[in-house]
Nanobody, 122 residues
Framework: QVHLVESGGGSVQAGGSLSLSCVVSGGTFRNYAMAWFRQAAGKEREFIASINWSTGLAFYGDPVKGRFIIARDIAKNEVYLEMADLTPEDTAIYYC???????????????WGQGTQVTVSS
């Protein structure tokens, strides 16, 4: 069983930056792809970014390309999401996921953290 714990959410003004962290433990998580998704109120969970533990190959969703960066620290078993130039449209609960396939939809990821709230004010 893979266990994920997110942290780093909070409130920020438009144009600001935030960094999220996901600490990973349990199971053979190094065999999994990691991803960040977000879910705004009343909307479906949306793909943000994914990364391969071994190669570092990353993919991004269109709404965040050029503004967000996903990275991993193998020694610390952590995955990060660096967010810049935030807008109110980025307001959502951000979730860290782990799955056997580095896909772009929620069903590609089996394990999820509890989520962390990000609020961007105008």
């Amino acid at each position: 069983q893979v266990h994920l714990v997110e942290s780093g959410g909070g409130s920020v003004q438009a144009g600001g930056s935030l960094s999220l962290s996901c600490v990973v433990s349990g199971g053979t998580f190094r065999n999994y792809a990691m991803a960040w998704f977000r879910q705004a109120a009343g909307k479906e969970r949306e793909f943000i970014a994914s990364i391969n533990w071994s190669t570092g190959l990353a993919f991004y969703g269109d709404p965040v390309k050029g503004r967000f960066i996903i990275a991993r620290d193998i020694a610390k078993n952590e995955v990060y999401l660096e967010m810049a130039d935030l807008t109110p449209e980025d307001t959502a609960i951000y979730y860290c996921g782990a799955g056997g396939r580095q896909g772009f939809v929620e069903k590609d990821y089996t394990f999820w953290g509890q989520g962390t709230q990000v609020t961007v004010s105008s």
